[in-house]
Every structure is written in C-alpha cells, then in structure tokens.
Nanobody, 128 residues
Framework: QVQLTESGGRLAQAGDSLRLSCTSSGRAFSAVAMGWWRQAPGKGREFVAA????????GYSDSVRGRFTISRDNDKNTVYLQMNSLMPADTAVYFC?????????????????????WGQGTQVIVSS
C-alpha cells in the first residue's frame, strides 16, 4: 500500500502563487506516473496534471495549462504542483495520485484509469 501525503494548501488571493507538495511512501516512486486532481465544492473530482515517471512528459487540463506546472523529484519521492495566477475558480481540495506500477501506462490510458493511490487532499481557497 502506498501512502501519499499532500501539503501546501492555504488561503490565497487571486493572482497569487502556491506550490503544493506530495510525498509518497512507495519504494517504486521513480517507476510510476504521478498526478494531481481537484474537487471543488459540490463538484466531481477533476484531473489537473500528470507527470511521467522520469519527469520528462506532462499532461494538463485546459483549465490550468499555462498557469500550473507539475514536477517531481525522484530522489525525494515528491511531486509538486506550482500554481501561478490563481483564480477563485481554482478553489478546491487538491489530491495527489499515483500509479500502481510496477510499470507505467503514462500516455497509453486515460487519466481517469491511470491512477490507483490517492492522498487525503489539501485545501486551496482563492479569494477575489
């Protein structure tokens, strides 16, 4: 079982930047894709971003492309989400996700089918 622990969420103002972090307990961290999702009040969970095991390929939702950047540090078992130009519409609980492994299907299956493990989430609130 892989445990994912998110941090970095807080109250921010429109236009601010935040960086979320997610640390994984998985021993095969560098072999699996990682992702970020979010769930706004009263809405379903929405894909935000994903990164390939080696960090060279990334995918983003249209709503965050150009503003958010996903990255990873495989030496630290950590994935990051740098969020710039925040808007009130970015208010949500942000969840980290991880593939099951041992091999990666990044780029071969839909985002909704790629991830097995989930963190508990970190709250981001953006005020106008």
């Amino acid at each position: 079982q892989v445990q994912l622990t998110e941090s970095g969420g807080r109250l921010a103002q429109a236009g601010d930047s935040l960086r979320l972090s997610c640390t994984s307990s998985g021993r095969a961290f560098s072999a699996v894709a990682m992702g970020w999702w979010r769930q706004a009040p009263g809405k379903g969970r929405e894909f935000v971003a994903a990164v390939s095991p080696d960090g060279t390929s990334r995918g983003y939702s249209d709503s965050v492309r150009g503003r958010f950047t996903i990255s990873r540090d495989n030496d630290k078992n950590t994935v990051y989400l740098q969020m710039n130009s925040l808007m009130p519409a970015d208010t949500a609980v942000y969840f980290c996700s991880a593939e099951a492994g041992p091999n990666s299907d990044f780029g071969r299956v839909a985002w909704s089918k790629l991830f097995t493990y989930w963190g508990q989430g970190t709250q981001v609130i953006v005020s106008s």
